[in-house]
């Protein structure tokens, strides 16, 4: 792995002033899931390797990284990987079927299936992933910064309970309930390895970090509360002291809770530089809860990309005025998805780039 000192001058570092809270010279933009199935190159890509193939194999996780780059003005680059390799390194089976996502064929069912996993070390496991990050600086030659990220704890508590996705999470929630201790022991193991994750990847050469916490949809104010907010900001103060300690320097962090709208002013409370919003969220109301010294992200809803680029371009600029260009990172509220077209995904970038 190289040393980050021979990395390249970032050339755009609008993304990481807009973290800072510094002037940009226009407001930037990047998409949840950039690099994914709605480019062509990217299912070409499928048609010969394995989802996961593509994840731990750093020159190919660089390629797939970089087609979005190719096509569009972004302003960040994020790593291609997925949040459930983190139960992978744990000793989990995770398999990606097509058209029905990911699927754990031996879910956690019991808290005796948490004597199974294998706690030995998993951040070792997944040195692919700060290979590829090392790889993509110097690939993007500092044309944009490049982002790393996680799934929180709850969300990899969710699918590793769950066996895949679920629309209620009940089995998840059932284990809040009926097993408290060993939910909180899974929930804090799951922490202790994110830190480490976001620390190897951190050193790898990761400019900024995103923290998804995408089920939190699932939950009361209540129970996002009690069962999300302590481990949020376990993480992000834990990876901060980590850091200083062995004189690392800091980089943004940005936490997306998806569904979590009903709790702006809690997350801006827990040191994140930026809050990302789902499509659900106002962004005059989120301004007023999160306060003037939090960058926020967002948040137009992804459906809208399948209308014309002419209303895409409408919706965009109407979105990007509300934000405003202080501390404003433009993005959707949500992963982009399949079928969204190319010139759609064009037109909003350029409304962003232009709106003010």
Known sequence: MKENKNFPALKNDNILRAARGEDVDRVPVWIMRQAGRYLPEFQEVRKIHDFFTVCRTPEIACEV??????????????????????????????????????????????????????????????????????????????????????????????????????????????????????????????????????????????????????????????????VCIPYLK?????????????????????????????SLAEQAALGYDVISLDWTVDPIEARNQVGPNVTLQGNLDPQDLYKSPDEVRKLTTEMVRKFGKKRYIANLGHGITPQTPIASVEAFIDAVHKAL
């Not at 994750?197 to 923290?211: D, F, K, P, R, T």
């Not at 376990?234 to 009903?262: D, N, Q």
């Open 65 to 226: 990284t970089m087609q979005p780059l190719r096509r569009f003005d972004l302003d960040a680059s994020i790593i291609f990987s997925d949040i459930l390799v983190i139960p992978q390194a744990l000793g989990m089976t995770v398999e990606m079927h097509p058209g029905v996502g990911p699927v754990f064929p031996e879910p956690l069912k019991s808290p005796d299936d948490l004597k199974l996993l294998n706690t030995s070390d998993p951040v070792g496991r997944l040195t692919y992933v700060g290979d590829a990050i090392t790889m993509m600086r110097h690939l993007l030659d500092g044309k944009v910064p490049l982002y790393g990220f996680t799934g929180a704890p709850w969300t990899l508590m969710g699918y590793m309970i769950e066996g895949g996705g679920s629309k209620t999470m009940s089995k998840a929630k059932s284990w809040l309930t009926e097993f408290p201790d060993e939910s909180r022991t899974l929930l804090q193991l799951l922490t202790n390895t994110i830190v480490d994750y976001l620390e190897m990847q951190v050193v790898a050469g990761a400019q900024m970090l995103q923290v998804f916490e995408s089920s939190a949809e699932h939950l009361s104010k209540e129970q996002f509360v009690a």
């Open 234 to 262: 376990e993480i992000r103060e834990k990876l901060h002291e980590r850091l200083t300690s062995k004189s690392i320097p800091l980089v943004p962090m940005t936490l997306f809770a998806k569904g979590a709208g009903h």
